[in-house]
Each structure stands twice: as structure tokens, then as C-alpha cells.
């Protein structure tokens, strides 16, 4: 469609008699009108009033430019333990047999790292390579690009990759994992290239960081802090962080969105929880240990760069495994995985750590009890023979009939509700090969969520 200013332009322009100018205006006048589009002449000047009032738009702004208040960074009352010289036994005895977090100093003595990852050196070495960013792949030297122009955005991006180690073998050279931390004590490690994403790079600018979240799978963390100062703000298991609301199972978690949103409209709440956060700051050489089940934040006081790796241990196995009691619980592993997935690190742990097996998946007695009178008995879990059977025999009921369908086509994107389907229904007795566990799970443990 001609523009109103182009028609009159065109008309003087080839010297058209007024009457054709009429003409041509009311053609497009009408033409205008019956597409019921409001008509403006070019020669008229348009005031808008500007009194917009936004509320979508102005949250994102303040969001965006709201400082860092003083009194969020204030409070520090983690405890700091000196680690240098402590043995494996009494970090366990002492700290993670406690689940509580504390930070660690001394374990990042020696780490190459602190002093060779600037900026001008990671983009020199690896700045073509590509690490996940929002979801995304991209350059190593076009993020720190981004990261050190101190971008003014509500959401700002933030890097966080599982494969790090894969990309650039070297940056794994750079640091040591302590022994507390160990393939011989990550119980995870039985499933060597199966296991779940477990380390990540950690990189952001200025106001980044994460938002309310529990580790993965029930993992126990540690997060240690290479460059830059980070504030943190950790609650129990059992105490849902103001303004984040979590479902019964855990699988979907409602939070705002921006983390500088959270501190704004909620970290003032915190003392009416009537429970103690932990809040401290942590700094280069710092190295945190984030108990299993713990909801945590971090807000980013400046650009910083960390690791962190999570893992399992006989002291949170028995979280672990409850965590993981539904596929859509898992994370970290392909989608095909994930039904089985507890099933197979079972077995892995029962084959490569029998006696670790025994103590805490204590086998089931013949009438089905736990030779603990006080454990929690979770449901017998499928074999892979004894899928087959379930998908194979036939159903009456429908409902379980169409979940042996789903399955059977591959298709497993309602693997939750055909699980919980063939439990409703009855089907969750094993057959006589199917392997069974119950496991420890001590129902006064103030930490337990159940």
C-alpha cells in the first residue's frame, strides 16, 4: 500500500492537475477507511501523550538498574573451617556427616587457576571453543566480551558448562579435586560415562548468579571461587525460601524469575521464617560445601569465575536414592535413561562396593520388611526383564494397557504418569528375578524430606 506522504509526493512531482490529486486522495481515504485503519495527514502533527504507566516494563528497568543494597551482603554467619591438614575421616565425622554448610579453606592452595585464568588467557587459549551460555553454545571470547562490559540486563547471562573438561582437557589440570571429594568416595563414579552432569564451569558478570534451587539427583556440592566475590543465602531442606514455591515432589519450582527481583521484593522477609538462614561471602580461595537437599542462592557482587562438582557419599546416598525414586526426578542424564537410572547405579554399587551395598540398601527379607524396624521401605524397583513382562502381557484396564503401549513405541515423554500408573494398578510386585532394595532413611533426621 502507497503511504499517504508518497501518493501527494508522487503527485506534485509529475505535475498531475489538482483534480487528479482529489481524486487520488479520496481513493485512498476510502481505501483507508474500509480496512479500518485511522487516517493521518502528512502535514499534521501528532502529539502523543506520554504518561505511559507499565508495570512489565518498569520491573525489568528497576531490576536492571537497582544497586547492590549493603544491608543484602551484611550478614556472615557460615562457619570457616581450616581443611588444610584435616583428614577424610574428620571432614566426615566433623562436617559432612552434619549437613551443614561451611566453608572450606585451604584446599585451593596450589591451584593453577588462581592466577592463570584471566581473561586475556582464556580467550588467548580457548576462546574459539564454545561453552553452553542461557541454553546455548557460544565462543569463550565472545562471553567474556559480553561478562566484562558490565551489561546492564535483568536476567544476565550466565555461563554454566557440564563438558568444560571435554572442550579444554587443560582447565581440568588446573585444579585438583580434594580428597574429601574423591572418584574413590563419589559413589556416582560407579557409573563412569553414564553417570549425571556432575562438574561445571561457572562464569557471570556482576548481578548474575542463580536463583533458589536444590542441587540435583539429592547431590551434596562444593563450589569453589577462582575470581570475584559471591554473596550466598542457604535454607534446610525443609523451608521453602520466601517467594519460591516448590511442588510435593520437587519436580517444579516457582521462583521470580531475576535473582536481583528476589533480593528486592524478598530477602527482607527472611527473618519471618522463624529458621536461621546462612548467608556469608565467599572469595577466591573459598570453597563451600552445599549439603544434600539444601535450597541455596548466589548472587554475583562482581565478575566471577568458579567450579563446582557435586557427588555421592555414604553420608547423603540414602537422599539420593529417594530423589531419584520417579524418572522425571532425574536430572543430568538423556531421557531414555532415566527410568532405569536408579535401577543400574544399584547394581553398578552392588557389583563394584558390596559391603557400601549391605549397610546402606540392606536387602529385603523374605515377608518384605526391612530388618530395620524405623527404615522408610520405598517400592520394590522394575527389572528390565520384568518391564518386558508388564509391556508384553495383556491388560484389561486401559490405563494400564495404554502405558505399555507408550512404552513400547519408544515414545517417553509420559514415562512419570505410566509409572505412577503401574503403581495405582497393582503392578509394582517384583517377580521372583526382579531387583529389590530398601534403604536406610532415618525418620528423625530433622533434615529429611520426605
Partial sequence: ?????????????????????KHSRKAHDRKIHDTSIAYIAPTERVVLDCNLCSDLLYHSWRCKTAGIDPAWIKKDNVMRVECKNMSVSSFIEEIESKHKPVIL???????????????????????SKTFSVGGYQMPLKNYLSYMSSEPLDDQSLYLFDPNFAKTCPSMEKDYSVPPFFSNQRDLFSVLQNTRPNYRWLIMG????????????????????????????????????????????????VTSPVSLTEWFINFYHTLPSLGVESIEFIQRPGDMVFVPTQWWH???????????????????????????????????????????????????????????????YC??????????????????AL????????????????????????????????NDDDNHRRSYAHGNNKPSSNAFTFSFSIDPEDPDYEG
Fill in 1 to 21: 500500500m502507497t503511504s499517504p506522504s508518497m501518493t501527494s509526493t508522487m503527485s506534485s512531482n509529475t505535475g498531475s492537475p489538482s483534480s487528479n490529486k
Fill in 105 to 127: 579453606s585451604g584446599l585451593m592452595e596450589g591451584w593453577a587457576c588462581m592466577n592463570k585464568w584471566s581473561n586475556e588467557y582464556l580467550i588467548n587459549a580457548m576462546g
Fill in 205 to 252: 558478570p556482576k548481578r548474575s548468579g542463580s536463583t533458589f534451587h536444590k542441587d540435583p539427583n539429592g547431590t551434596s556440592a562444593w563450589n569453589a571461587c577462582v575470581r570475584g566475590v559471591k554473596k550466598w543465602i542457604l535454607l534446610p531442606p525443609t523451608v521453602n525460601p520466601p517467594g519460591v514455591h516448590s511442588s510435593e515432589d520437587g519436580v517444579d
Fill in 297 to 359: 542462592c548466589v548472587l554475583n557482587l562482581t565478575e566471577c569465575i568458579a567450579i563446582t562438582q557435586n557427588y555421592v557419599s555414604t553420608c547423603n546416598l540414602n537422599r539420593v536414592l529417594y530423589a531419584t525414586r520417579l524418572p522425571e526426578l532425574v536430572s543430568g542424564v538423556p531421557h531414555a535413561q532415566r527410568r532405569n537410572f536408579r535401577n543400574n547405579f544399584l547394581k553398578a554399587l552392588l557389583e563394584k562396593y558390596p559391603e557400601t551395598y549391605k549397610k
Fill in 362 to 379: 540392606c536387602p529385603q527379607n523374605t515377608n518384605g520388611s526391612s530388618s530395620n524396624s524405623r527404615n522408610h521401605q520405598l517400592a
Fill in 382 to 413: 522394575f527389572s528390565k526383564q520384568q518391564q518386558q513382562q508388564v509391556e508384553n502381557k495383556p491388560n484389561d484396564d486401559p490405563a494400564v494397557a495404554a502405558a505399555a503401549a507408550g512404552d513400547a513405541s519408544g515414545d517417553h515423554d
